[in-house]
């Protein structure tokens, strides 16, 4: 059973600090990882999708690497904003027998303070 | 990409009665994905709806208590049936997108249950 960890739990940082998050994965045999941002009481948003076969992805202040051998993963975010502040999820879809399913770690919660 | 469309996106409901979310996508998709999310905690994966095909539920989820509908290939409805406290929740619906295997998520509906 594919379990998915990010640590930290909640990190909270000043204004314009690069930051660092981490998610770890069970079962290295996946199709992909996706990294999204979640606003209180509210929906998913994809920031950055990584295939199995990838290294990483960038959009804008965003990069993510994904390590499959290791299972490991990480969202660096550039020059943090107030506005980056959210709970940030990493999933990762199974291959073999989950095909089609995402499992989520927990998320860290990230406070960038003005 | 995809738009999903939520609604609604909040209610407020008396124990003992049902709730029905809505789910419209933009597209047509095979895969709708319906997922509950408890206060504090990730995502959990209630079912998966194919049209043309009954839902196929996680362990823990039965269909008399979380009846799903899929009757087009750009639109799903969950109930939330007997409603208890402990059903107090945000739950998404999410497509996936085999062309690109990504998950787009709606922007949920907030529950509680009084």
């Known amino acids: 059973k594919q379990e998915v960890t990010q640590i930290p739990a909640a990190l909270s940082v000043p204004e314009g600090e690069n930051l660092v998050l981490n998610c770890s994965f069970t079962d290295s045999a996946i199709y992909n990882l996706q990294w999204f941002r979640q606003d209180p009481g509210k929906g998913l948003t994809s920031l950055l999708l990584?295939?199995?076969?990838?290294r990483e992805q960038t959009s804008g202040r965003l990069n993510a690497s994904l390590d499959k051998s290791s299972g490991r993963s990480t969202l660096y975010i550039a020059a943090s904003q107030p506005g980056d502040s959210a709970t940030y999820l990493c999933?990762?879809?199974?291959?073999?027998?989950?095909?089609?399913?995402?499992?989520f770690g927990k998320g860290t919660l990230l406070t960038v303070n003005p | 990409s995809a738009v999903i469309s939520q609604k609604p996106s909040r209610d407020i409901c008396q124990r003992g009665t049902s709730l029905t979310i809505q789910c419209q996508v933009d597209s047509q998709v095979t895969m709708m994905f319906w997922y509950r999310q408890q206060p504090g905690q990730s995502l959990t994966l209630i079912a998966t709806?194919?049209?043309?095909?009954?839902?196929?539920?996680e362990s823990g989820f039965v269909i008399d208590k979380f009846p799903i509908s899929r009757p087009n290939l750009t639109f799903s409805t969950l109930t939330v049936s007997n409603m208890s406290p402990e059903d107090s929740s945000i739950y998404l619906c999410?497509?996936?997108?085999?062309?690109?295997?990504?998950?787009?998520f709606g922007q949920g509906t907030r529950l509680t249950v009084v």
């Open positions: 999410s497509v996936y997108l085999p062309l690109n295997t990504e998950a787009f």
């Open positions: 999933a990762v879809w199974g291959s073999g027998g989950s095909n089609y399913k995402l499992t």
């Open positions: 709806a194919n049209q043309g095909s009954e839902a196929t539920y």
């Open positions: 990584i295939q199995s076969s990838q």
